[in-house]
């Protein structure tokens, strides 16, 4: 069997990557998510009829738990590329070794990650699809507002984007503890895009602040009420999200 079809290059950002890659690892992780997820959760899915034929597709959902990369792997036929962010700090040992073995493209917070950036547009240029949870990180269990990278990709890309809406993740592990398995939902959402966005410096950075407005809508709209944060309809749950969207984790080291 061929080596390619075991492990790419050990460099996240190899030049001649091709998509797709580590077929055969992720068969096999995506066959014990498939097991895991029945096994651990009474699992509803739902919007099977808007995933397309295949990519260039960026799929956006929202970012409560460290283990919504598995839904999205879940729900999908495709050998999804992840970016995702370089370090983990509220997330067990025992499954942070799942990222490293999938292989994404680690992006460091603060940085531009022009690196993981132009990764990802060679992916969709091969018609691949990307992974994208646009919060960059899961601190909160409510919406806040996007970074600026899924906008910028789908900007400078073209590729459509395709929500994913996540409820009931945080509570897996929760619920095993109490000897009872957690309801988790999956929706789908459907298609939207492409966007453009043209100009420089401060109108240009409105642009994408606009459209990853518009992505978090979408995605919203897939979520419980009670869950959507500043992208709630009740003033009373946007009230209580302010401050959700500062990184807890900002004055340590190498985070």
Same mark, same amino acid.
């Given at each position: 069997?061929?080596?390619?079809?075991?492990?790419?290059?050990?460099?996240?950002?190899?030049?001649?990557?091709?998509?797709?890659?580590?077929?055969?690892?992720?068969?096999?992780?995506?066959?014990?998510?498939?097991?895991?997820?029945?096994?651990?959760?009474?699992?509803?899915?739902?919007?099977?009829?808007?995933?397309?034929?295949?990519?260039?597709?960026?799929?956006?959902?929202?970012?409560?738990?460290?283990?919504?990369?598995?839904?999205?792997?879940?729900?999908?036929?495709?050998?999804?590329?992840?970016?995702?962010?370089?370090?983990?700090?509220?997330?067990?040992?025992?499954?942070?070794?799942?990222?490293?073995?999938?292989?994404?493209?680690?992006?460091?917070?603060?940085?531009?990650?022009?690196?993981?950036? @132009?990764?990802?547009?060679?992916?969709?240029?091969?018609?691949?699809?990307?992974?994208?949870?646009?919060?960059?990180?899961?601190?909160?269990?409510?919406?806040?507002?996007?970074?600026?990278?899924?906008?910028?990709?789908?900007?400078?890309?073209?590729?459509?984007?395709?929500?994913?809406?996540?409820?009931?993740?945080?509570?897996?592990?929760?619920?095993?503890?109490?000897?009872?398995?957690?309801?988790?939902?999956?929706?789908?959402?459907?298609?939207?895009?492409?966007?453009?966005?043209?100009?420089?410096?401060?109108?240009?950075?409105?642009?994408?602040?606009?459209?990853?407005?518009?992505?978090?809508? @979408?995605?919203?709209?897939?979520?419980?009420?009670?869950? @959507?944060?500043?992208?709630?309809?009740?003033?009373?749950?946007?009230?209580?999200?302010?401050?959700?969207?500062?990184?807890?984790?900002?004055?340590?080291?190498?985070?």
């Amino acid at each position: 069997m061929h080596k390619e079809l075991f492990l790419s290059s050990t460099d996240p950002y190899d030049n001649n990557l091709t998509y797709p890659r580590r077929l055969f690892i992720r068969s096999i992780l995506r066959a014990l998510i498939r097991v895991g997820l029945g096994a651990l959760t009474r699992l509803e899915i739902s919007g099977h009829e808007n995933l397309p034929q295949g990519g260039p597709l960026i799929m956006v959902g929202n970012h409560f738990s460290f283990i919504d990369p598995l839904a999205m792997i879940r729900v999908t036929p495709w050998p999804i590329e992840f970016l995702a962010g370089a370090h983990m700090p509220n997330a067990p040992a025992i499954v942070t070794w799942i990222p490293k073995v999938w292989g994404v493209f680690p992006v460091h917070r603060g940085s531009v990650s022009r690196r993981a950036l @132009r990764a990802a547009e060679k992916v969709l240029s091969q018609n691949g699809v990307m992974g994208i949870f646009p919060e960059a990180g899961n601190w909160a269990t409510v919406l806040r507002p996007a970074r600026p990278g899924a906008a910028y990709l789908a900007a400078r890309t073209g590729a459509p984007l395709l929500p994913i809406g996540i409820d009931g993740l945080t509570d897996v592990f929760p619920c095993l503890r109490r000897g009872r398995r957690a309801k988790v939902t999956i929706r789908i959402g459907r298609l939207f895009g492409p966007f453009q966005i043209s100009g420089s410096g401060q109108d240009r950075r409105e642009q994408l602040d606009s459209i990853g407005h518009r992505i978090m809508e @979408r995605i919203a709209a897939l979520i419980p009420e009670k869950r @959507r944060g500043h992208y709630a309809d009740d003033p009373a749950i946007r009230a209580a999200a302010q401050g959700t969207e500062i990184y807890p984790w900002a004055d340590e080291p190498d985070i």
